[in-house]
Nanobody, 120 residues
Framework: QVQLVESGGGLVQAGGSLRLSCAAS????????MGWYRQAPGKQRELVAT???????NYADSVKGRFTISRDNAKNTVALKMNSVKPEDTAVYYC??????????????WGQGTQVTVSS
């Protein structure tokens, strides 16, 4: 019933910028934490950034100062602005949300991912 859809991925040169977006839809009562994770080929999924419903953020050390996470509670969206991208940022980026449904069931939801490729 709850779906997350990412958008904004693509090919970008090192040093450039990219903005990822994620929209949640379905029987949503409220969304608690939201975040972005990424997984490069042959590597484990890793945390990129998270944001609470109140706007408190947390970033991986590797992206601090370069990436910015934000959310719009009214629209049930979360975004990741990626600045000064590096080749090591290349990965599939996944949106995550802790969703409370209208029936008060809580679900840890994931999007299908969007590919980000940074060329040198």
């Amino acid at each position: 019933q709850v779906q997350l859809v990412e958008s904004g991925g693509g090919l970008v040169q090192a040093g450039g910028s990219l903005r990822l977006s994620c929209a949640a839809s379905g029987s949503i009562f409220e969304i608690n934490d939201m975040g972005w994770y990424r997984q490069a080929p042959g590597k484990q999924r890793e945390l990129v950034a998270t944001i609470t419903r109140g706007g408190r953020t947390n970033y991986a050390d590797s992206v601090k100062g370069r990436f910015t996470i934000s959310r719009d509670n009214a629209k049930n969206t979360v975004a990741l602005k990626m600045n000064s991208v590096k080749p090591e940022d290349t990965a599939v980026y996944y949106c995550n949300a802790q969703v409370v449904t209208t029936s008060y069931g809580v679900f840890h939801s994931w999007g299908q991912g969007t590919q980000v490729t940074v060329s040198s």
